[in-house]
């Protein structure tokens, strides 16, 4: 299966959910243009609380459909941007994926993978109980995190619903991700 963008999202203003777009555009180093998480500082407002020079390594937030598949065989209903991702993709392990590794999606944009999303309460206040089945613990007691990943505008483009998506791994080691 080919792996494809099969939603795209933003919002200019502070909000759990995004609104589904036609089209968005990336901006290089800075994240999507007129979303309210665009920046080189962070924009999240718990980061900006901690430090507000702290880079923004959160320009772009990309959850896989199908999670979305998985949590409604739980009884929850979500749709693509709903928990906040500006892209949704079908058919890309994105939880697999190391740091560093970059994403091209559609003919000109290319994003670098940072890390993974650490989901938060409003998760709970959206759809009371999802917040258990996005984060947990495997049977180590690891935490893991599936809603999704993060990552930082290396080239500019436009990106629309049916583009694709190619991967590229760094060279050397692999760092698995962590929360960012």
């Known amino acids: 299966m080919n792996a494809i963008v099969t939603a795209v999202s933003s919002n200019g203003e502070y909000s759990f959910t995004k609104p589904n777009r036609d089209s968005i555009t990336l901006l290089a180093g800075l994240g999507v ?4 998480h ?3 500082t962070v924009k999240h407002r718990s ?4 430090d507000p020079t702290q880079p923004n390594l959160r320009q772009v937030h990309l959850i896989h459909e199908e999670l979305f598949a998985e949590l409604g065989q739980e009884g929850f209903a979500v749709q693509p941007g ?3 991702e500006n892209i949704t993709t079908r058919g890309i392990d994105l939880l697999g994926l190391p740091v560093g590794a970059l994403l091209r999606l559609g003919d000109e944009a290319v994003l670098e993978v ?3 999303r650490n ?3 409003q998760i709970d206040a959206f759809q009371k109980g ?3 089945r996005v984060v947990g613990r495997d049977g180590a007691g690891n935490v893991v995190r599936k809603a999704g990943i993060m990552s930082i505008v290396k080239e500019g483009g436009t990106v629309r619903p049916g583009d694709t998506i190619r991967t590229e791994l760094p060279s050397g080691p692999h760092r698995a991700l962590e929360r960012v």
Request: charged share 15%; hydrophobic share 45%.
């Open 38 to 40: 665009a920046g080189v």
């Open 130 to 132: 999802l917040l258990s």
């Open 82 to 84: 709903e928990l906040g």
């Open 114 to 116: 940072t890390g993974l």
């Open 119 to 121: 989901p938060c309460l």
């Open 33 to 36: 243009e007129g979303d309210v």
């Open 47 to 50: 980061r900006v609380a901690q």
